[in-house]
Nanobody, 121 residues
Framework: QTRLVESGGGSAQPGGSLRLSCTSSGLTLEDHAIGWFRQYPGQRHEGVLCINMFNGTTIWSDSVVGRFTISRNNAKNTVDLRMNNLRLDDPAVYFC??????????????WGQGTQVTVSS
């Protein structure tokens, strides 16, 4: 089920920006709904943003409204998560995942290994 790869994680200052990218060598991402999730230590995954096959977006976390955006680049087979105005409550391991629709996620869906995001002054 690990067929996606995340990149772009790292460290940023409060108010800074990072761009995460999700891609795959085995899946065509435009054929799937792609969600970005994050996991805090000791917590389960929480949804951040999702983009469906029609490029409609779903906001799962109200805290990212106006700061994070999700977009596709089908020519590059990528889905990006642009994170602006990072806050001290954003650090987590960020995962991308592929499903059929944004409203249904199961154990048979595809996931990446995750990329760490840290925010510090």
């Amino acid at each position: 089920q690990t067929r996606l790869v995340e990149s772009g994680g790292g460290s940023a200052q409060p108010g800074g920006s990072l761009r995460l990218s999700c891609t795959s060598s085995g899946l065509t991402l435009e054929d799937h709904a792609i969600g970005w999730f994050r996991q805090y230590p000791g917590q389960r995954h929480e949804g951040v943003l999702c983009i469906n096959m029609f490029n409609g977006t779903t906001i799962w976390s109200d805290s990212v409204v106006g700061r994070f955006t999700i977009s596709r680049n089908n020519a590059k087979n990528t889905v990006d998560l642009r994170m602006n105005n990072l806050r001290l409550d954003d650090p987590a391991v960020y995962f991308c995942a592929a499903s059929s629709i944004c409203t249904q996620w199961g154990k048979n869906d595809y996931w990446g290994q995750g990329t760490q995001v840290t925010v510090s002054s």
